[in-house]
T-cell receptor
Framework: DGGITQSPKYLFRKEGQNVTLSCEQN?????MYWYRQDPGQGLRLIYY???????QKGDIAEGYSVSREKKESFPLTVTSAQKNPTAFYLC?????????????FGQGTRLTVV | DAKTTQPPSMDCAEGRAANLPCNHS???????VYWYRQIHSQGPQYIIH???NNETNEMASLIITEDRKSSTLILPHATLRDTAVYYC????????????FGKGTLLTVNP
């Protein structure tokens, strides 16, 4: 089945440690996105990428880093510089064309930093 | 991308139609209107999108006003499983592929 896989579903880390969240898609989509969601809030865009080895900062990129070495993979690293890392993280992908097709989302990773 | 305005919450009786409004008064000619929904603790799910014509699929109908400044998502026979946060998004195609979400509308379907 085609789709987006985020792993793990739940992740616990100690404060001060970097942590990397995985996102893989087999939809052959060019664009990939990372969002953060806090309780009772909407989705906020962290980073997005249209092509391998290129990515753009979203609205809340501070304290995060990404890489896009392969078309199907877009890992997100939550660094120790992120002041409030505990949140629900969502990855998405979409085609990029004139007719602006829909995005598909993974099931998310819930990160808890203690 | 144009901003959207949605009511924070709405209620609907099970079996009745749910009509969710969205204002996007600054929408430009090449921007599409998208609707997604998010059931608690899951990833958002695409529902429908349109440019200027009304659209219908197996999940919902999308009504866009003639001036394109507002739209309504219609769930014709709401069920308890339709309880979710519904997001209205405006997005252009081509190279401007950024996808920005607001806070959405929490639709609660009551028995």
């Amino acid at each position: 089945d085609g789709g987006i896989t985020q792993s793990p579903k739940y992740l616990f880390r100690k404060e001060g440690q970097n942590v990397t969240l995985s996102c893989e898609q087999n939809l052959n989509h060019d664009a990939m996105y990372w969002y953060r969601q806090d309780p009772g809030q909407g989705l906020r865009l962290i980073y997005y990428s249209q092509i391998v080895n290129d990515f753009q900062k979203g609205d809340i990129a501070e304290g995060y880093s990404v890489s896009r070495e392969k078309k199907e993979s877009f890992p997100l690293t939550v660094t120790s510089a992120q002041k409030n890392p505990t949140a629900f993280y969502l990855c998405a992908s979409s085609r990029v064309d004139f007719f602006a097709p829909e995005a598909f989302f993974g099931q998310g990773t819930r990160l808890t930093v203690v | 991308d144009a901003k959207t305005t949605q009511p924070p919450s709405m209620d609907c009786a099970e079996g009745r139609a749910a009509n969710l409004p969205c204002n996007h008064s600054t929408i430009s000619g090449n921007e599409y209107v998208y609707w997604y929904r998010q059931i608690h603790s899951q990833g958002p799910q695409y529902i429908i999108h349109g440019l200027k014509n009304n659209e219908t699929n197996e999940m919902a109908s999308l009504i866009i006003t003639e001036d394109r400044k507002s739209s309504t998502l219609i769930l014709p026979h709401a069920t308890l499983r339709d309880t979710a946060v519904y997001y209205c998004i405006v997005r252009s195609g081509g190279s401007n592929y950024k996808l920005t979400f607001g806070k959405g509308t929490l639709l609660t379907v009551n028995p």
